[in-house]
């Protein structure tokens, strides 16, 4: 009776651990079953052939009666052969201890729970210093469960060091470059799956605890693509969740709301990060952007032939090379590290990183004595991206950042960080500006995608806006022009809704460049449920004071529909009577600014957007002001003037005047042109005392001069009216 008692508790021991129920389906059965749960839960494949799935129990009933071919597997743990969390800082501050000269230990920040977010720098030069250098990210264990991978990056970072002074190639790569080990990315999950006696060996989130629920999927919390691609967004619905509930796949409140994702990404934005990995398992394969749609990167050569070379480097269990697949291959999934890494730094840093996820092994959590094998198998793979590292600088489609504008006289200027990669300028002009809340929901102030008209429902005569109300869909509104909002400052938007309460939201976001988009306010960011009264909400503005464009997404699953969402009175919008091009095709990075024949307004705004081929327009400028005079007085000024000669111009005879107190002025050169930088007039000549340029063939407008003598340089502007 006792021992049926020692078994009863083992069994029940193991239902508590492994709450879940794990299955192996084909593809065929995998795609009908995605259909029919809200979130699946992918712990291994095999490519094209099978998946392995983990279910808890409620989804396993769907899936019973779903008549699906599946097999059951029931995993095995390893628990007391890894080491603890503790043991694993430990055994890293033993290795900074050991080679202290060429390895740093640096703490990013702290976990929900106090635990240390630890990386290790390497560097033959000053590891305590960075300086600049290419950078090589490698990064375990987002999912908690996936104990291998720590034991891997440790072990990479460990082989550096001991080859260091012993093998050429590593000191070379070593002394060159900066290299950044990031062996624990979750440690409350590790904890929680590993340490804890009550935890759950096949915990995949972080514990971080919010309104009841513990964890966040850290791989679907990071910012989006950053690529203008809807479907690559932060919180679109694929492969993720809003349900903070969902045992897997919770995308967080809202974007990088996790520690551990904030300080990853901090290191995207303060290395100069070429390459990066991140390791998961398991599947033997490595995985290259996009996750979340079938669109080529911009890249795609690059990085089809970087994978190609670290996949076959690496060995399968069977000892064969690993495979290489766009992670939408797998399957389509947003918020994750790849995506973001890519995006970001291509669209709103300007220096792209390449990012790989690295699926290792054939199981989660392998035996210890396998693991020496398994790292031998991946170490030459993981060298071959930082070798790679240094491959990457002027291989890359960079994209022209903001310009930074500025006028001065009567010069429009900018500046582009990267503006090599500018092919042209466009120079547009806004005039009539309004502030104002939209009650009337002008739709030319607005870009929109998938959003009606409803003149049923309104809180201000006489519509309101309503989003497809359709399974599966999202929708888009945000604002065409961008807003000077200060820290503090409100955004008002009247709303009514019925979603599916955790599954079917209404974000509200900001974004300065119109790729990077944030929550307005993290308090008033999602809304999901049901509140059928128009409520008006005041939002405060609580980033530094800046030019934003405004964005309101609804997103749908594939699963319960309510009646949607009605969107009336956003405010404050901006909103211009005139919206032109005043300069196309501008190829220097600056412009003499021409006053129209007809001028509204004394009071306009420039905007500069910088072209590139095969992408179009990127990133405009915030808007500078310009006032135009509101008629063209005869005018000649005289930028820089000298007691040795003197400039005139009499309008009557349209005669420029030059005069010196030199009997001569030897190899004089003047120079005019009209307001599209071209060329009109030039003479070359000398001159005693005094000289007169007869200009009658110009015409009303403006002209700038220039004089150039031997020894210096005259800047003159002249209007005639």
């Given at each position: 009776?006792?021992?049926?008692?020692?078994?009863?508790?083992?069994?029940?021991?193991?239902?508590?651990?492994?709450?879940?129920?794990?299955?192996?389906?084909?593809?065929?059965?995998?795609?009908?079953?995605?259909?029919?749960?809200?979130?699946?839960?992918?712990?291994?494949?095999?490519?094209?052939?099978?998946?392995?799935i983990?279910?808890?129990?409620?989804?396993?009933?769907?899936?019973?009666?779903?008549?699906?071919?599946?097999?059951?597997?029931?995993?095995?743990?390893?628990?007391?052969?890894?080491?603890?969390l503790?043991?694993?800082?430990?055994?890293i501050?033993?290795?900074?201890?050991r080679?202290?000269?060429?390895?740093?230990?640096?703490?990013?920040?702290?976990?929900?729970?106090?635990?240390?977010?630890?990386?290790?720098?390497?560097?033959?030069?000053?590891?305590?210093?960075?300086?600049?250098?290419?950078?090589?990210?490698l990064?375990?264990?987002?999912?908690?469960?996936?104990?291998?991978?720590?034991?891997?990056?440790?072990?990479?970072?460990?082989?550096?060091?001991?080859?260091?002074?012993?093998?050429?190639l590593?000191?070379?790569l070593?002394?060159?470059?900066?290299?950044?080990?990031?062996?624990?990315?979750?440690?409350?999950?590790?904890?929680?799956?590993?340490?804890?006696?009550?935890?759950?060996?096949?915990?995949?989130?972080?514990?971080?605890?919010?309104?009841?629920?513990?964890?966040?999927?850290?791989?679907?919390?990071?910012?989006?693509?950053?690529?203008k691609?809807?479907?690559?967004?932060?919180?679109?619905?694929?492969?993720?969740?809003?349900?903070?509930?969902?045992?897997?796949?919770?995308?967080?409140?809202?974007?990088?709301?996790?520690?551990?994702?904030?300080?990853?990404?901090?290191?995207?934005?303060?290395?100069?990060?070429?390459?990066?990995?991140?390791?998961?398992?398991?599947?033997?394969?490595?995985?290259?952007?996009?996750?979340?749609?079938?669109?080529?990167?911009?890249?795609?050569?690059?990085?089809?032939?970087f994978?190609?070379?670290?996949?076959?480097?690496?060995?399968?269990?069977?000892g064969?090379?690993?495979?290489t697949?766009?992670?939408?291959?797998?399957?389509?999934?947003?918020?994750?590290?790849?995506?973001?890494?890519?995006?970001?730094?291509?669209?709103?840093?300007?220096?792209?990183?390449?990012?790989?996820?690295v699926?290792?092994?054939?199981?989660?959590?392998?035996?210890?004595s396998?693991?020496?094998?398994?790292?031998?198998?991946?170490?030459?793979?993981?060298l071959?991206?930082?070798?790679?590292?240094?491959?990457?600088?002027?291989?890359?489609?960079?994209i022209?950042?903001?310009?930074?504008?500025?006028?001065?006289?009567?010069s429009?200027?900018?500046?582009?960080?990267?503006?090599?990669?500018?092919?042209?300028?466009?120079?547009?002009?806004?005039?009539?500006?309004?502030?104002?809340?939209?009650?009337?929901?002008?739709?030319?102030?607005?870009?929109?995608?998938?959003?009606?008209?409803?003149?049923?429902?309104?809180?201000?005569?006489?519509?309101?806006?309503?989003?497809?109300?359709?399974?599966?869909?999202?929708?888009?509104?945000?604002?065409?022009?961008?807003?000077?909002?200060?820290?503090?400052?409100?955004?008002?938007?009247?709303?009514?809704?019925?979603?599916?309460?955790?599954?079917?939201?209404?974000?509200?976001?900001?974004?300065?460049?119109?790729?990077?988009?944030?929550?307005?306010?993290?308090?008033?960011?999602?809304?999901?449920?049901?509140?059928?009264?128009?409520?008006?909400?005041?939002?405060?503005?609580?980033?530094?004071?800046?030019?934003?464009?405004?964005?309101?997404r609804?997103?749908?699953d594939?699963?319960?529909?309510?009646?949607?969402?009605?969107?009336?009175?956003?405010?404050?919008?901006?909103?211009?009577?005139?919206?032109?091009?005043?300069?196309?095709?501008?190829?220097?990075?600056?412009?003499?600014?021409?006053?129209?024949?007809?001028?509204?307004?004394?009071k306009n705004?420039?905007?500069?957007?910088?072209?590139?081929k095969?992408?179009?327009?990127?990133?405009?400028?915030?808007?500078?002001?310009?006032?135009?005079?509101?008629?063209?007085p005869?005018?000649?000024?005289?930028?820089?003037?000298?007691?040795?000669?003197?400039?005139?111009?009499?309008?009557?005879?349209?005669?420029?005047?030059?005069?010196?107190?030199?009997?001569?002025?030897?190899?004089?050169?003047?120079k005019?042109?009209?307001?599209?930088?071209?060329?009109?007039?030039?003479?070359?000549?000398?001159?005693?005392?005094?000289?007169?340029?007869?200009?009658?063939?110009?015409?009303?407008?403006?002209?700038?001069?220039?004089?150039?003598?031997?020894?210096?340089?005259?800047?003159?502007?002249l209007?005639?009216?």
């Amino acid at each position: 009776m006792k021992r049926i008692l020692i078994l009863l508790f083992i069994f029940l021991s193991f239902l508590i651990s492994f709450s879940e129920i794990r299955i192996k389906v084909d593809k065929e059965n995998f795609e009908i079953l995605k259909k029919n749960l809200k979130s699946i839960d992918i712990v291994g494949f095999e490519k094209n052939k099978s998946y392995l799935i983990n279910l808890p129990e409620k989804d396993f009933e769907i899936l019973k009666g779903l008549n699906l071919k599946y097999e059951i597997y029931e995993p095995k743990s390893y628990k007391t052969d890894y080491k603890s969390l503790a043991g694993y800082y430990q055994y890293i501050d033993s290795l900074v201890l050991r080679f202290p000269n060429i390895v740093k230990l640096e703490t990013l920040d702290f976990t929900y729970n106090g635990n240390p977010l630890v990386i290790m720098k390497i560097n033959g030069e000053n590891p305590s210093a960075y300086s600049g250098q290419n950078t090589f990210l490698l990064m375990a264990l987002h999912h908690s469960r996936e104990w291998q991978t720590t034991v891997t990056a440790i072990f990479f970072a460990e082989s550096l060091l001991f080859s260091y002074g012993k093998d050429s190639l590593i000191t070379s790569l070593i002394d060159k470059n900066f290299i950044i080990v990031f062996p624990i990315v979750n440690p409350d999950g590790y904890y929680y799956s590993h340490d804890d006696p009550s935890g759950d060996n096949y915990w995949r989130k972080n514990r971080s605890y919010r309104n009841g629920y513990y964890g966040v999927d850290l791989n679907r919390n990071y910012g989006g693509g950053c690529n203008k691609i809807a479907e690559s967004e932060w919180g679109y619905i694929a492969g993720i969740s809003h349900n903070p509930s969902d045992l897997y796949t919770y995308c967080g409140p809202y974007p990088s709301s996790e520690v551990e994702v904030r300080s990853v990404e901090n290191l995207i934005k303060n290395y100069n990060v070429k390459l990066s990995l991140s390791l998961h398992s398991y599947g033997e394969d490595v995985l290259y952007p996009w996750a979340s749609v079938y669109n080529l990167t911009l890249d795609e050569d690059i990085i089809r032939s970087f994978a190609f070379r670290i996949a076959s480097k690496m060995k399968k269990n069977s000892g064969e090379p690993y495979d290489t697949l766009r992670s939408v291959d797998l399957y389509a999934t947003t918020g994750d590290t790849d995506d973001w890494i890519y995006g970001f730094s291509k669209f709103v840093k300007g220096k792209t990183t390449i990012p790989f996820t690295v699926e290792m092994d054939q199981t989660f959590q392998p035996p210890v004595s396998t693991l020496d094998t398994l790292c031998r198998n991946v170490f030459s793979g993981f060298l071959e991206g930082l070798i790679l590292t240094d491959s990457v600088e002027g291989r890359t489609e960079e994209i022209p950042l903001k310009p930074e504008v500025s006028i001065f006289s009567d010069s429009l200027f900018w500046k582009v960080e990267n503006k090599e990669f500018s092919d042209f300028y466009r120079v547009k002009i806004y005039s009539g500006k309004i502030e104002l809340i939209d009650s009337s929901n002008d739709k030319n102030i607005y870009n929109i995608i998938n959003i009606n008209l409803d003149s049923s429902v309104y809180y201000s005569p006489k519509y309101s806006f309503h989003p497809i109300n359709l399974n599966s869909s999202f929708s888009v509104l945000e604002s065409k022009y961008k807003s000077k909002y200060f820290k503090g400052d409100t955004l008002y938007l009247t709303l009514k809704y019925d979603l599916e309460k955790d599954y079917d939201v209404l974000l509200v976001e900001y974004s300065t460049d119109g790729f990077e988009y944030k929550p307005v306010d993290t308090n008033f960011y999602k809304f999901t449920g049901t509140n059928l009264n128009w409520n008006i909400f005041k939002i405060p503005f609580n980033e530094d004071s800046n030019y934003i464009f405004l964005r309101i997404r609804t997103l749908f699953d594939p699963f319960t529909l309510n009646s949607g969402v009605w969107i009336d009175d956003i405010g404050y919008l901006t909103k211009f009577t005139s919206d032109t091009i005043f300069k196309d095709s501008v190829v220097d990075t600056s412009m003499l600014i021409e006053i129209p024949s007809v001028v509204q307004t004394d009071k306009n705004f420039f905007e500069v957007t910088p072209y590139k081929k095969d992408f179009g327009f990127t990133k405009s400028s915030d808007y500078v002001e310009y006032f135009f005079p509101l008629s063209l007085p005869p005018v000649y000024l005289d930028s820089l003037k000298f007691s040795d000669y003197n400039i005139e111009f009499d309008f009557k005879g349209k005669t420029l005047i030059l005069t010196s107190i030199f009997q001569q002025r030897k190899d004089i050169q003047l120079k005019i042109y009209d307001l599209s930088g071209k060329q009109i007039y030039s003479e070359k000549f000398s001159f005693e005392r005094k000289k007169n340029i007869g200009l009658s063939f110009l015409k009303s407008g403006k002209y700038f001069l220039i004089l150039n003598g031997n020894d210096k340089k005259r800047y003159s502007v002249l209007i005639i009216k």
